[in-house]
């Protein structure tokens, strides 16, 4: 179990697994002045009120919930979203809404996962090669539908 410090200067609980085996943690929007309507393709920085200290080594990633992908077509401009260790600052979500429809953000509404994962820091290692594989250097769409 890894702990991390956080701040919660939301009036909303702490980010919370909705199930026991569950990667990512809900995040809610922290909007004390009200709902937030995100129009057709209109997209948003909703905070959080949350800020947290990563141990290095470690990220936060924001990542879309798949109901309100699936229900209401709003998803997050840049998924997964990267909070890195030294990053102090509130983790606000960068909503966007990708329906024909108007979509109202509420208060305490949860926006958004958080799957914290380690990660590795690398030292390039220049070459004139690389090993062979058998994909090669096939890109989009070289191993079929």
Do not use: C
Not at 4 to 27: E, F, K, W
Not at 84 to 109: C, H, M, T, W
């Amino acid at each position: 179990m890894l702990t991390v410090p956080v701040i919660n200067s939301s009036r909303h609980p702490l980010p919370a697994y909705q199930t026991a085996h569950a990667a990512g943690l809900d995040l809610r929007a922290d909007l004390p002045g009200g709902p937030l309507t995100l129009g057709p393709l209109e997209r948003a920085l909703v905070p959080t009120g949350l800020s947290l200290a990563l141990p290095v080594g470690y990220e936060a990633q924001v990542r879309p919930r798949s109901g309100l992908a699936y229900k209401h077509g709003i998803g997050i401009v840049n998924s997964p979203g990267t909070i890195d260790a030294d990053y102090r600052g509130e983790i606000k979500v960068l909503l966007v809404n990708l329906s024909n429809e108007p979509f109202l953000v509420q208060d305490g509404e949860r926006i958004a996962q958080l799957v914290v994962a380690r990660h590795e820091t690398i030292e390039w290692q220049p070459t004139e090669t690389l090993s062979e594989t058998a994909r090669g250097a096939g890109g989009y769409g070289s191993t079929g539908k």
